[in-house]
């Protein structure tokens, strides 16, 4: 009983700063789950992790919902995208040896951090016109901020899916890698990006999480879901309501320190 109280406040940490940053906070759980519980296998850890991401990013869409930053046009699209690479990735999750798909997904993770820390998106970077073949979307949230940018629909959805099973495969939720890519290859301005990206995690981390239920994985980690659960919820809301104090440069490079940590993390389980 006193482990399942010192989770809750751990899933708090984890649901304030994953919605912050828009992550899911699944790049944290992961690690300290494998440290707590090293009789689990990384199957059930990655079933914990997944569904805990899930009622993270549902806790924070009904934030950032009420702040209107969420492109749920764009959001639908992507998400249903990510749900064939995230049921996949929850049936593949122990046949692929991960000391050798951690160490590959460690050094991709470091190269992205350097990236993002040498070149963090700015907000008013914008798109007057859209290119050809691109989506122009035009948002004003709650507070009157506008944002314009365009978008290749064809990409997102070719990187969504691998963001879908990727994220799914290791329990991470997917939002430390789709952040950089809706930032970056996608044009989104930070603060839609992490609110979006919640979005799309919420779906994506729900199908995974279905699969981890039917086959009786997550089963094996249920009360500490449960306690986890609680923590992120509460969490998700002060994240949520925080990031409309923190620039989006400061929040990319939070998102950049973020990723080398876990990066870091990875290869050393890996090896």
Do not use: C
């Not at 990013?57 to 919902?65: D, K, V, W």
């Not at 969420?70 to 929850?90: E, Q, V």
């Amino acid at each position: 009983m006193e482990q399942f109280l010192w989770l809750i406040p751990l899933g708090f940490i984890v649901g304030t700063f994953g919605t912050l940053i828009g992550a899911g906070g699944g790049f944290i759980l992961v690690p300290v789950l494998l440290l707590l519980y090293p009789e689990k296998s990384p199957e059930t850890i990655t079933s914990i992790s997944l569904a805990v991401v899930f009622f993270n990013a549902l806790s924070g869409t009904f934030a950032y919902r009420k702040m209107k930053r969420i492109d749920y046009k764009s959001g639908i699209i992507f998400s249903a995208a990510t749900i064939p690479g995230s049921i996949l990735g929850a049936f593949t999750t122990s046949y692929i040896p991960r000391n050798i798909f951690n160490g590959i997904f460690g050094v991709l993770l470091l190269i992205a951090s350097v990236f993002l820390l040498v070149r963090p998106k700015k907000d008013n970077e914008i798109d007057k016109e859209a290119p050809k073949g691109h989506i122009l979307r035009n948002i004003i949230d709650a507070e009157g901020n506008k944002y314009s940018y365009s978008y290749n629909p064809v990409l997102g959805v070719l990187l969504s899916l691998i963001v879908g099973y990727v994220s799914s495969l290791l329990g991470i939720g997917g939002g430390i890698i789709h952040v950089p890519v809706l930032v970056h290859l996608l044009n989104y301005p930070v603060h839609i990006a992490t609110a979006t990206s919640h979005f799309i995690l919420a779906v994506m981390s729900l199908s995974g999480s279905i699969v981890h239920l039917a086959t009786g994985v997550l089963s094996k980690g249920m009360w500490q879901t449960i306690a986890l659960a609680i923590g992120v919820l509460f969490g998700a809301q002060l994240g949520a309501r925080l990031s409309k104090y923190f620039h989006g440069v400061w929040i990319i490079r939070s998102l950049a320190i973020a990723i080398g940590l876990v990066g870091i993390r990875i290869i050393i389980m890996a090896f």
